[in-house]
């Protein structure tokens, strides 16, 4: 298992950005441990606010695991979760949604100005739970994506259901090395007739754009064109269009130095400006399965491969060194981030359409 320190990707283990951490429907008053960038958290629904809330685990004053116990009373009275606070269930202590202890039962003595838990920002969206994390502590720098479609059913768009795909032994700047990657969509996807593809870095955005035939997700003789993006190093988006346009997520999340967590998921437009039927629907679960089988096969890949420290590039591959550079800005000091911008910010187109010149919007 290669560490970014093997990659030389910059100071810092883990990288500055917006992360997925859970589904939404699966986040309860009920607390639940975590486990993200090598650190044990708390993560639960406020019962006051119903946001979700997350915190690291361990009490300060004996450092007792607040979400990893079923036995005290604390717990089994449902005792645990107040309003928008967490009690430890060995001393009572509470702390609120910002991490500050704000009770002790027992204290004849007030509360120490230590007793506090280190608190992220936290958002919900499209049934999603994304945590914000940088470990210079500063608030985001840039925001996520909107993913609008969640709130457009009445439009025809179907609500995506995220599998949890489990973890993978690999950094993820092997995932990351996918958008530069056009010579594998042949022999991985079987793509046939590829006409372009385009990279385009804009800050903390990088994206890709590619038209070709693909035997996973269409005909082989249909063009498939797909403009995927990620939004920081953690989130990947890739817009379809065709007779019903889709949205596919790609997360992954980091849970120690070498090991990353990945969720899938795919909405899609199949109603025509109303509230998708049951058969629509199910349309929409079909996309996702064949989603899910083309991503599946980059999975096997990355389950079974050895670190890239360096790649053998020869003059037919992608820009793989300049999508390693965007990376590079999310292990830095962000005050350093427009120094890696500036180095790729702009076009790299690898294949040109039918002869001509890409445009970037």
Known sequence: MATTADYGLG??????????????????????????????????????????????????????????????YIVRDGMQVEGDSIRCPAHGWRYNSKGQCDDIPYSTHGIPKSACLKSYTVEERAGCIFMWHDMEGG????????????????????????????????????????????????????????????????????????GSGHRTLVDSEALLETDTWYTGPGILLCRMEGKHPSLMMICNTPVKDGEVLVWFAVMAKTADNHQPTCEEAAIARAYHESGLAAFAQDFELWQHKEPAISVLQIPDDGPFHKGRIWYRQFFHPRARAAEFQARVNGSHVTLRGKGEVMQVA
């Open 11 to 72: 100071p810092n283990a883990f990288p500055r950005g917006w992360f997925m951490i859970a589904v939404a429907a699966d986040v309860s008053s009920t607390p639940q441990a975590v486990h993200f960038f090598g650190k044990e958290m708390v993560l639960y629904r406020g019962k006051g606010s119903g946001r979700p809330i997350l915190l690291d685990a361990f009490c300060p004053h004996m450092r007792v695991h607040i979400a990893k116990n079923t036995t005290s």
């Open 139 to 210: 608030a985001p720098d840039f925001d996520l994506p909107a993913l609008s479609e969640w709130d457009r059913t009445g439009e025809g768009w179907v609500r995506w259901t995220p599998d949890h795909l489990g973890t993978l032994p690999i950094h993820p700047q092997e995932i990351l090395d996918n958008m530069s990657d056009i010579a594998h969509f042949a022999p991985v996807h079987g793509s046939t007739g590829t006409v372009y593809f385009e990279n385009v870095y804009d800050g903390p955005i990088m994206r890709q754009r590619f």
